[in-house]
């Protein structure tokens, strides 16, 4: 069963802790994305990936960090940097390139709760 | 930088009543354009999207968008809505960087 799958659904931190979300797909996809979801505000972009061990900052890159081992995997961490974490975290992923067919399809999300 | 106006934030309607939700975008070059919708607990999921030709473009479900280039908009519709219609939407525009804009999102709530 192909698809994106997020981990956990919920987390919750203490303020000053770093923590990593998890993001996995096994659609054979080369590029992979992490956005953040806040009310009224739509998704904006944290990082994007278009190629194994390369990334590159979105538009709210302040505060997180991304690494991209392994073409299936790509873990986003919130670190105590970013000001106000507390907000729905959605993966992504696509095919490189500009292609019709080139959509990309969302994993459920993590919900990050700063107590 | 691009950006991507959906003007409406919250809509109520009844079941069987017309829709259009409004969406403008800002970049002047070419771009892609997209629909998702998200039901609740459910995944972001593409509705409709229009990448050339004919700028009336049919998705799912009965829902249809229509790119008039020169009001830079991408504005969605359906005829009549159902109960089960009730999601949160959003536009995004894809430019030449092939990355995505979103707009604020519209919370669609179809009342039985």
């Known amino acids: 069963d192909g698809g994106i799958t997020q981990s956990p659904k919920y987390l919750f931190r203490k303020e000053g802790q770093n923590v990593t979300l998890s993001c996995e797909q096994n659609l054979n996809h080369d590029a992979m994305y992490w956005y953040r979801q806040d009310p009224g505000q739509g998704l904006r972009l944290i990082y994007y990936?278009?190629?194994?061990?390369?990334?590159q900052k979105g538009d709210i890159a302040e505060g997180y960090s991304v690494s991209r081992e392994k073409k299936e995997s790509f873990p986003l961490t919130v670190t105590s940097a970013q000001k106000n974490p507390t907000a729905f975290y959605l993966c992504?992923?696509?095919?490189?390139?500009?292609?019709?067919?080139?959509?990309?399809?969302f994993g459920p999300g993590t919900r990050l709760t700063v107590l | 930088a691009q950006s991507v106006s959906q003007h409406n934030h919250h809509v109520i309607l009844s079941e069987a009543a017309s829709l259009e939700l409004g969406c403008n975008y800002s970049?002047?070059?070419?771009?892609?354009l997209f629909w998702y919708v998200q039901y609740p607990g459910q995944h972001l999921q593409l509705l409709l999207k229009y990448f050339s030709g004919d700028p009336l473009v049919k998705g799912i479900k009965g829902f249809e968008a229509e790119f008039i280039k020169s009001k830079f908009s991408f504005n969605l519709r359906k005829p009549s809505v159902q109960w089960s219609d009730t999601a949160e939407y959003f536009c995004?525009?894809?430019?030449?960087?092939?990355?995505?804009?979103f707009g604020g999102g519209t919370r669609l709530m179809v009342k039985p």
């Open positions: 995004a525009v894809r430019n030449a960087g092939n990355m995505l804009t």
């Open positions: 990936s278009q190629i194994v061990n390369d990334f």
């Open positions: 970049y002047g070059g070419t771009v892609n």
């Open positions: 992504a992923s696509s095919m490189r390139g500009r292609s019709s067919y080139n959509e990309q399809f």
